[in-house]
């Protein structure tokens, strides 16, 4: 099947220090790609739609500014956390929409871990 | 509004036993995909079924069923024989037919004792 892969799978960084977390769609296209953040032993929540050329949907609640999005290619969507605090801890998870005919399928990637300090 | 869940937070069961994870969602859309996935601790999403609202046909997979019962806006997960490996969480999701987005239950957290 298609696999999706973050890059870092975990990263530990100082408290205001930027962190980029790439999602790349391996061996598809994918036009429309996700963002979520895990807490421990919480759901995922998504946080952003990123699609393919144009600018990110974020979900009510997530700051814009903090959280950057670019989606440059048709396989890889960036999520850059800006001024890192501990509270921005967590989990991140991408997945990737992969279109055939009228069929859709998302993959999910295996996740960053960022751990601020 | 989409919304899932399941209302068992932690599971505990002795190994062999059957056990059943409960998922009910709420959608408008009459099109949509409903979803289970396992995660262990490692973090990562293992995908274990998607049904699509226009299938009502139950699942058999190994050890793995699945009941989908639109009646009751339920998507019933049971493992048969349970192992120690079938430890992890397990998250109830659903897709609308707009948006494409995931949302997720709370999950449950299956603990499976030897």
């Known amino acids: 099947g298609a696999v999706v892969s973050q890059h870092p799978s975990w990263v530990i960084c100082k408290s205001g220090t930027s962190v980029k977390i790439e999602c790349r769609s391996l061996?598809?296209?994918?036009?429309?790609m996700f963002w979520y953040r895990q807490f421990p032993k919480q759901s995922l929540m998504l946080m952003a739609t990123?699609?393919?050329?144009?600018?990110?949907?974020?979900e009510q609640g997530v700051e814009k500014d903090k959280f950057l999005i670019n989606h440059a290619s048709l396989t890889l969507s960036t999520l850059t956390v800006t001024s890192a605090h501990p509270e921005d801890s967590s989990f991140y998870i991408c997945?990737?929409?992969?279109?055939?005919?009228?069929?859709?399928?998302?993959?999910f990637g295996p996740g960053t871990r960022l751990l601020v300090l | 509004a989409q919304k899932v869940t399941q209302a068992q937070t932690e599971i505990s069961v002795v190994e062999k036993e059957d056990v059943t994870l409960d998922c009910v969602y709420e959608?408008?859309?009459?099109?949509?995909?409903l979803f289970w996935y396992k995660q262990p601790p490692s973090g990562e999403l293992v995908f274990l079924i998607r049904?699509?609202?226009?299938?009502?046909q139950n699942e058999i997979s190994g050890r793995y069923s699945w009941n989908f019962q639109k009646s009751t806006s339920s998507f019933n997960f049971t493992i048969t024989a349970s192992q120690v490996v079938d430890s992890a969480v397990y998250f109830c999701?659903?897709?609308?037919?707009?948006?494409?987005?995931?949302?997720f239950g709370t999950g449950t957290s299956l603990t499976v004792i030897p």
């Open positions: 999701a659903l897709r609308a037919n707009t948006g494409n987005q995931f949302y």
């Open positions: 061996d598809f296209q994918a036009t429309t």
């Open positions: 049904r699509n609202s226009f299938d009502e």
């Open positions: 959608t408008r859309d009459t099109t949509y995909y």
């Open positions: 997945s990737a929409s992969q279109r055939a005919g009228i069929q859709e399928t998302q993959y």
């Open positions: 990123s699609n393919e050329g144009s600018k990110a949907t974020y």
